[in-house]
């Protein structure tokens, strides 16, 4: 009976870590996602470049 128990922690804990790690995973490719968007449309305003621009030669 011992050995049954050990088991169903072990495959408790397994499921536990398994959901923690799938969780990240995707808060990961969702924060990449966002990161990739907020870029592609920030590089492509004419504002933003001039921002960067203006704050690059401290002016």
């Known amino acids: 009976m011992e050995n049954g ?3 169903v922690y072990d495959l408790c804990f ?10 990240l995973l995707h808060f990961c490719k969702w924060r990449m996602t966002c990161n990739r ?6 590089s492509s305003s004419p504002l933003t470049d001039c ?3 203006t704050s ?3 002016e």
């Open 5 to 7: 128990h050990v088991t």
């Open 14 to 23: 397994f499921f536990i870590v398994s959901i923690n790690g799938l969780l």
């Open 37 to 42: 968007i907020r870029l592609i449309v920030f």
């Open 51 to 53: 921002y960067f621009y």
């Open 56 to 58: 690059a030669n401290g």
